[in-house]
């Protein structure tokens, strides 16, 4: 940046490096062919929607007749309202990272993301009581106190003494077992890495350890947390996962339209890889490349466990049974946004000229700091229980393990592979050569006079 010292100059360069050339590494290797035929259901049609739009609004001003029950009039009103939000958001927002399985899908899941952080913002202002009462506008059986289930109750696996020896085992397998299988698995083909996704895996069991004083579900048996959730539920869904990916990033993508297709089954064939992608991009996140990509990994994985927490907080503060639709709806809900914003963030990292952070990256923060809040809010007493002490020095020794670690990798050892030179180039006159430029200089090879002349290299030898 001109007019900035030289020191500065070099600190900005080693610390905002990105790990390589985003288009570079996204088109290499990949074998992407598409003979673009545009269908019916790839246009927009915005104006035949606006005009069914419109006959509906016509139909229910003028001729459906009108009821007079109060509570059925606010919710088909509330409810309306949101779908006319989400039909202009589907219509008119641009499109996002995605392709498959229409552009339009993550359109409204976008759309969605903006009518539940309106939610979220909304029960923000409202008592805990009366957040709880709202809950009956979407099922009748919520509101209801709901007693927390204990996992840490009797820890043995095989008990001679009990009638059946296994219930201790039989009792922890419920149906989170193949939620956790499924839910890494997808997860992996969110975050498209291996280490980074064990990391997340084994900091949510050391969540679920210091928080298990707060909320008695978190406190589970020892082998329920490292070998039920760790090592076979996670560990086998990352595992198939990391499957998953080798197969997605080595297989050819080539797409014809359907009415291309001569026969029906190649046509059924093609309606059915609509729902898998259009590419495959790998994702190299090398959080210790440079230190805005680690500062930005360490946020990531903030944002991802207290998005994880955020799921047992909310069902505890606003009384919802496990079970219940709503937390299978906010889970399957939180997975696409994640899937799309996780694309954005990652490509922001690393493309050389981002133009700036996505639209999906940026609601997702939104929702996961407003849902921290509207637990903060709703039992504060429970979020600010004290940690026990060895709960407490644990944490102090892995932060300044973590602080010390940021400064002796970055600022004293210096190591930072794909950064560039401390020292910087620098541009020097015809015929000089520079100290401190650590690559070959070269001048310009005319003169005023359009004759070509001979420079120098640093190594001392000439060049035409």
Not at 24 to 43: A, C, Q, R, S
Not at 161 to 175: L, T, V
Not at 375 to 386: A, G, Q
Request: hydrophobic share 40%; proline share 5%.
């Amino acid at each position: 940046m001109p007019g900035e010292p030289k020191n500065k100059k070099i600190y900005h360069r080693l610390h905002s490096t990105t790990a390589h050339d985003w288009e570079e590494e996204k088109n290499k290797y990949k074998d992407i062919k598409d003979d673009g035929t545009v269908t019916f259901f790839w246009k927009a049609h915005t104006l035949t929607v606006l005009l069914i739009f419109s006959c509906i609004l016509v139909y229910v001003a003028v001729f459906e007749e009108q009821s007079s029950d109060h509570d059925y009039n606010v919710k088909r009103g509330v409810t309306a309202m949101a779908l006319a939000f989400l039909l202009f958001g589907v219509t008119q927002t641009p499109d996002g990272v995605f392709r498959r399985p229409h552009p339009a899908f993550w359109r409204l899941i976008l759309c969605l993301s903006y009518l539940y952080e309106l939610a979220l913002v909304y029960l923000l202002f409202q008592t805990a009581n009366d957040a709880r009462l709202m809950m009956r506008h979407i099922d009748k059986n919520l509101g209801k106190p709901l007693p927390e289930k204990s996992y840490g109750g009797n820890c043995l696996i095989y008990d001679p003494s009990n009638e059946d020896p296994w219930i201790n085992f039989k009792d922890k397998m419920d149906g989170f077992v193949p939620t956790h299988f499924f839910g890494w698995w997808l997860k992996t083909l969110i975050i498209r890495d291996w280490w980074f996704c064990m990391v997340i895996s084994l900091m949510f069991e050391v969540m679920e350890y210091t928080l298990e004083h707060q909320l008695p579900n978190f406190s589970e048996c020892w082998w329920d947390h490292w070998i039920m959730d760790a090592i076979v539920c996670n560990g086998l869904g990352i595992y198939l996962g990391m499957k998953t990916l080798k197969y997605l990033s080595m297989k050819p993508y080539h797409w014809r339209g359907m009415w291309n297709i001569p026969t029906y089954s190649g046509k059924m064939k093609r309606v059915a890889l609509q729902f898998t992608p259009y590419s495959w991009t790998d994702f190299n996140w090398k959080p210790t490349s440079s230190l805005i990509r680690w500062f930005a990994t360490l946020g990531i994985f903030v944002i991802f466990l207290l998005a994880e927490l955020n799921t047992f907080y909310l069902k505890f503060v606003l009384w919802i049974p496990p079970e219940h639709y709503l937390n299978l709806g906010r889970l399957v809900f939180i997975l696409f946004m994640g899937a799309a914003a996780l694309r954005e963030t990652f490509q922001y990292l690393d493309d050389p000229e981002p133009n700036k952070f996505g639209r999906q990256s940026w609601m997702m923060i939104a929702i996961v700091i407003t849902e921290l809040l509207v637990t903060v809010k709703f039992d504060y007493e429970t979020i600010t229980k004290p940690l026990p002490k060895t709960i407490a020095y644990f944490w102090i020794l892995g932060f300044l393990g973590l602080v010390g670690y940021t400064v002796w990798k970055f600022y004293i050892k210096r190591d930072v592979k794909n950064d560039v030179a401390l020292k910087p180039k620098t541009r020097v006159k015809e015929d000089t050569i520079s100290e401190t430029e650590p690559y070959i200089v070269r001048t310009s090879n005319i003169n005023n006079n359009g004759v070509q002349k001979r420079t120098n290299t640093r190594n001392g030898s000439a060049e035409n």
